[in-house]
């Protein structure tokens, strides 16, 4: 089992940018894919970004593409997600996990691990 932490949340204007962190202890951080979450109020819990075990390999959202940037420091156990020019629409909760292998996906259910979320919140 690994555990996450997030941090780096807050309140932000709309075209401003964000950096979250998660930091990971437990089981080896580097063999693991590892992604980002989000739960808008009223809304589902969606896919935002993944990367694999090197981060070589990432993936994103349509909504989040070109604006948004996840990266990694295994030897910081740290994943990261770089927001810019963030809007509205992106306020949710943010959550990071750890994909049980080690490629990029965006389906919940790879996940075997996360993080209690960190609160984003974009003002107009």
């Known amino acids: 089992q690994v555990q996450l932490v997030e941090s780096g949340g807050g309140l932000v204007q709309a075209g401003g940018s964000l950096r979250l962190s998660c930091v990971a202890s437990?089981?080896?951080?580097?063999?693991?894919?590892m992604g980002w979450f989000r739960r808008a109020p009223g809304k589902e819990r969606e896919f935002v970004a993944a990367i694999n075990w090197s981060g070589g390999s990432t993936l994103y959202a349509d909504s989040v593409k070109d604006r948004f940037t996840i990266s990694r420091d295994n030897a910081k156990n740290t994943v990261f997600l770089q927001m810019n020019s963030l809007k509205p629409d992106d306020t949710a909760v943010y959550y990071c996990?750890?994909?049980?292998?080690?490629?990029?996906?965006?389906?919940?259910?790879?996940?075997?691990?996360w993080g209690q979320g960190t609160q984003v919140t974009v003002s107009t």
């Open positions: 996990a750890a994909q049980r292998g080690d490629w990029t996906t965006r389906r919940s259910g790879d996940f075997g691990s």
């Open positions: 437990g089981r080896t951080f580097s063999n693991n894919g």
